[in-house]
Every structure is written in C-alpha cells, then in structure tokens.
C-alpha cells in the first residue's frame, strides 16, 4: 500500500462532478514547496482554503449530477405518459365514433335511445353512473359504454400523473440549477484564491496539478475479481492523461464518478451515476482485500471515487485542472471498497 500524502488541487476547469476529486490529488506534489519560510504561512492557510472550497465543490457537484439525473428520468415519464394520452384519448375517440355510429342507425330506425346521448356530453361518466341508463340499452351496448367508461377513467389518471410528474420534473430543473451555480462559486473563488499566490507559487501549483503518474510499472499479483472488472480496468486506462471536466462521463473528459460509470459501461455494466449510488452498487469488501476493479469511495459521505488498480494505486479523475492519473489509495482518510 502507498504511504500516504495528502494531494493539494490545481488547475481549474469549468466545474466539478461527481466528485471534484480534493486538492488531496495534488498536495503530494505540493510538498516540494517550502512550507517553513517566513512567507509561506499565508499561502499554506489559502492552499488549505482552496482545498475545502473543492471539497465543498465536490459535493455540491455529486448534488448536481443526481439532480440532472433525476431530470433525465422524469423527461423519460413525462414522454412516456404523453405518449400513453394520446394513443388513449385515440382510442376513446374511436369508441365514440363506433357507438356514434349506432346512435345514428338508430335515430334513422326510429329514434335515439337516450342512453347514447353520452356521446354528445363531455362527462359521460356522470350520465353513466345513473344505474337506470344501463335498463334502456342492450348487452351489447352496455359492454361498449363501459368500455369507454373505463378508457375515459384510464385517460384522466394519466393526465393527472403527467401533470405530477411535471411538477417534479420543474423541481429538479431548479434543483440542477441551484447546484450548478453552488458549484461555479466555489470554484470561482478557488480560483481567485489560486491567483492571489505569488506567481512561482501558482506555477508550482499548476505543474503539480498537470503532473502524476500515468502508468502502473508494478501492479502486484492482485488479479481482477471478474472478467467484467478486468474489462473495466482496461477502460478505465484509456481513459489516463483525459481531462477533468466536472458533470462529464466520457469519453473526451470526465468527473470521478463519471469516469467510473463509463469505465463499467464499456464492460456492459450500468453504474448509478453519482459516487454516493456507486458506494452501494456490489459487495463492500475490506481495503486489505481491494482487487483491481473495485470501486473505491472518500469520505463519510462518499463525495469522491476511484478504482483500485493494485499495488496500493487508484486511478481517478482529481479536480479541475489534473488529469485521469495514478494516485495512492490511500490519498484521502476514509477509504470504502465496493466490489461491483
């Protein structure tokens, strides 16, 4: 297993998902820069701020991909629920005509029955329910007026739902947007803090950001668990050297859990996309026990997630402005392995 050193964040991106992965990626290479002088005291307390901006992203991130998540489900239903309306107001308009037909033999034979005069209202279901009606009319007919009863029935719990759904699909559209702009501020004033370094600093900061390791010479004799974990594994090391980019799943760019719902999808395995849902998407397993493959999640609240390689590596995608790289496992406290 690595020993651990914290990493420190960098470059800035647009964003943060899923999990805007704490300057903990980049503080290992942070540790080059001298912490004892007279001058870097300040700039310690405003690295320090910038990582609990990111973490604070991080999770305003994970907030936001539900969210979108969740919009993208009830977008979904609310089709759906349109498309079952029209196909059955289709369906009732049909029924109508049919028994319109009869009423018109009818009233050529000799008159209307009243009881088809519910053809002619916009609530047959009143004149329907008065049990008298049903005397006047034949088997034949009453099996169609009930018919038809019951689709207006059908239709009207549709609508209703529809109107539900998108009621709730407006609640997440607000959601996603209340998130969204949580986490630009955060990094927006990550940034700001950034550019407040003295300039050797702020380069240092970057190249560590942009620097890591992007290959694994020793993965140990660790084996993945299945071949769907193997498959993934070997996605997710095409993915190394891909910028980070906050709410993406790939392939061009990717948020943590991003990269690990993509990583999986290409093993023909469908992961949750937030890191909160991946932390319970297999078998929790013990970190002395972590195979290459399993999902490793950060933090009380599982705000970040990598996937362990072997040898005491992960890889992920950090934050705004660092790559998909190799990172100890044990970079962040709070490590929990789930075994997909």
């Given at each position: 297993m690595g020993s651990h050193r914290r990493l420190a964040p960098s470059g800035f991106d647009r964003g943060a998902s899923a999990a805007l992965c704490v300057m903990s990626a980049a503080a290992a290479t942070l540790g080059v820069l001298p912490a004892t002088s007279a001058v870097a005291a300040p700039h310690d307390d405003t690295r320090a701020e910038v990582d609990r901006l990111y973490e604070e992203a991080e999770k305003a991130t994970e907030a936001f991909n539900e969210a979108d998540e969740n919009a993208d489900a009830l977008r979904e239903e609310v089709g759906g629920a349109q498309d079952r309306i029209a196909r059955q107001q289709e369906r009732i308009n049909s029924m109508r005509e049919t028994l319109g037909s009869l009423a018109g033999a009818q009233y050529r034979s000799g008159g209307l029955d009243p009881?088809?005069?519910?053809?002619?209202?916009?609530?047959?279901?009143?004149?329907?329910?008065?049990?008298?009606?049903?005397?006047?009319?034949?088997?034949?007919?009453?099996?169609?007026?009930?018919?038809?009863?019951?689709?207006?029935?059908?239709?009207?719990?549709?609508?209703?739902?529809?109107?539900?759904?998108?009621?709730?699909?407006?609640?997440?559209?607000?959601?996603?947007?209340?998130?969204?702009?949580?986490?630009?501020?955060?990094?927006?004033?990550?940034?700001?803090?950034?550019?407040?370094?003295?300039?050797?600093?702020?380069a240092a900061y970057d190249r560590a950001s942009r620097s890591g390791r992007f290959d694994l010479p020793d993965p140990g004799s660790a084996a993945p668990s299945s071949n769907r974990a193997a498959a993934a594994v070997t996605a997710v090391r095409a993915a190394l050297g891909k910028p980070y980019v906050w709410g993406a799943n790939g392939p061009s760019g990717f948020d943590c859990s991003g990269l690990m719902q993509w990583s999986y999808a290409q093993a023909g395995v469908s992961l949750p996309r937030t890191s909160q849902?991946?932390?319970?998407?297999?078998?929790?397993?013990?970190?002395?026990?972590?195979?290459?493959?399993?999902?490793?999640?950060?933090?009380?609240?599982?705000?970040?997630?990598?996937?362990?390689?072997?040898n005491g590596q992960v890889i992920h995608a950090p934050y705004p402005g660092a790559p998909v790289r190799y990172d100890p496992v044990d970079m962040i406290p709070g490590a929990t392995v789930t075994r997909v």
């Open positions: 009881s088809l005069a519910l053809l002619f209202s916009d609530d047959p279901e009143d004149y329907l329910d008065k049990a008298s009606v049903l005397d006047r009319i034949g088997v034949h007919q009453a099996g169609e007026l009930e018919e038809l009863r019951t689709a207006m029935r059908e239709l009207a719990q549709e609508r209703s739902e529809a109107v539900r759904k998108l009621g709730e699909l407006d609640k997440s559209r607000k959601a996603v947007a209340s998130h969204k702009r949580t986490v630009e501020k955060k990094l927006a004033k990550a940034r700001q803090l950034l550019n407040s370094l003295p300039s050797g600093e702020r849902a991946q932390r319970f998407a297999g078998r929790q397993v013990p970190l002395s026990q972590a195979q290459p493959g399993d999902l490793v999640t950060y933090r009380n609240d599982a705000s970040h997630v990598a996937m362990y390689m072997g």
